[in-house]
Every structure is written in structure tokens, then in C-alpha cells.
């Protein structure tokens, strides 16, 4: 066979991974219907009154391993898309659809015009010493 045929035929880069298989597990949407903007750092938290992931045949193996994560221990939404090796995007979608189907909640951080001035909190600081 020439080297011709040979590109023809592997037209991809093996170091590239997977193409579609992201694009796959959101059923082609980038965002859920109940998706909120979700920071990197907004920890997704799984539902203590929530039903058993692996009971609901219309979660992806991914939703489950999602829940699974968090079961234990709380994680940021960075956290979750090391821990599975897939994109963040893909991952928002995921929890989007966990947050619908009520087995997971995000707590979101604190936006920085919501958090004390610095010197607020030096004096308070301050005002204990002095006590």
C-alpha cells in the first residue's frame, strides 16, 4: 500500500484522543436546561435525599461517576474534570443535568463585591487585640 493510502486511512492524530466522544456524552448540547454559569471552583455537593444515580437509566456512566466523586467528598468543578479527564464544558453540561434531576447542588463561591473590605476586617482585628 502506498504512503498515500496509509493518511488516508489514518487521517487523525493518535496523541489527539477522543474526537466525538465529548460532543457524545452531551448529546451534542453545551449547556443544560438548568444550567448556571459555573465557576471552576463552585463545589458541586450530591443531595442527601437523592435517589440512587445508578438506578436512573438515563444518566451516562459519567453523570454516575459525577455523583460518585462527590458522594464522598465535596468537589470544586476543576476538580471533577481532572478527576475524569474530560473537558470543563462537557463536565458544566453533566452537573447541569444532575442539578435538574436533583442529585447533586452546586454552592457557588461568594462574588468579591459581596466579601468585607480588607480594612473592615483589620479593624475587627484590631478591636479584638485591644481586648
Known amino acids: 500500500m502506498s504512503t498515500d493510502g496509509q493518511r488516508r486511512r489514518h487521517w487523525f492524530d493518535d496523541d489527539a484522543g477522543p ?3 465529548p460532543y457524545a456524552m452531551t448529546r451534542g448540547r453545551t449547556a443544560s436546561a438548568a444550567q448556571h454559569r459555573l465557576d471552576l471552583i ?16 438515563s444518566l451516562s456512566p459519567e453523570h454516575v461517576d459525577i455523583v460518585e ?21 462537557v463536565v458544566r453540561v453533566l452537573i447541569g443535568d444532575l442539578v435538574a434531576g436533583e442529585f447533586v447542588h452546586v454552592n457557588r ?5 459581596e466579601l468585607p473590605d480588607e480594612s473592615i476586617l483589620r479593624d475587627v482585628i484590631n478591636g479584638l487585640r485591644a481586648l
Open 109 to 113: 463561591p461568594v462574588p468579591p463585591a
Open 69 to 89: 466523586l462527590c458522594r464522598g467528598t465535596p468537589q470544586s468543578v476543576a476538580e471533577l474534570a481532572a478527576g475524569l479527564d474530560l473537558p470543563i464544558g
Open 19 to 21: 474526537v466525538v466522544r
Open 42 to 57: 463552585a463545589v458541586v455537593v450530591t443531595e442527601p435525599h437523592g435517589d440512587d444515580p445508578e438506578v436512573d437509566h
